[in-house]
């Protein structure tokens, strides 16, 4: 069985520039994950970041970098040394290309496939078992991967990314406790 979470931590960019791009689901996560809680994220600077505490098997810190993606790793870092939370501890929530949208997967540990924030996470704690949720944006036929990334997904895939982050909010009790296998049978046969 996983360790118990105490942190999530959603991957997007900072900005209205980027507020509604295929890049920033993590962010969604969190936000959705803090409205649905009535937690308000308060910007820490000492982690560089938004940040609250929410409850779901115990305390569980929430955050959003308030840098970009690919120095995603000095905010992970930082909320995680001054609570001393381990790497095994932690949630990443993340888009992932290679997923078609409005899918998602648990993820346990292994590199970074690709990902700027996942690798510079990785580099900044010194590991890679922490655990990922990595929500499909897919890639219409693998081309042009930053820009569309970086672009607004249709009305349609806007409300099937919307549902499956409802989805895996139900199933964050049981990830935060540990039972990743049950969270996994579940959230990975959904498709919207």
């Not at 970009?68 to 932690?90: C, D, H, L, W």
């Amino acid at each position: 069985m996983a360790s118990q979470i105490k942190l999530i931590a959603g991957l997007g960019n900072p900005g209205p520039k980027y507020e509604k791009t295929r890049h920033n689901v993590g962010f969604w996560f969190i936000d959705a994950l803090a409205k649905s809680k009535g937690v308000n994220l308060k910007l820490e600077s000492k982690f560089h970041g938004e940040a609250g505490k929410i409850n779901l098997a115990g305390d569980v810190w929430l955050l959003k970098p308030n840098t970009f993606m690919n120095r995603s790793g000095q905010s992970v870092s930082a909320i995680a040394k001054y609570y001393k939370i381990t790497p095994q501890e932690i949630l990443i929530v993340h888009d992932e290309l290679d997923l078609v949208t409005g899918t998602v997967k648990l993820k346990e540990d292994g590199g970074h496939a690709g990902n700027n924030g996942i690798r510079d996470i990785i580099a900044a704690l010194g590991k890679n078992d922490f655990l990922r949720l990595r929500i499909g944006i897919g890639q219409a036929e693998k081309k042009g991967g930053t820009d569309y990334v970086l672009g607004t997904p249709a009305k349609t895939d806007r409300e099937s990314l919307e549902k499956i982050i409802d989805e895996a909010i139900i199933w964050l009790p049981e990830i935060a406790e540990g039972n990743i296998a049950g969270a996994m049978n579940h959230l990975h046969s959904l498709k919207y």
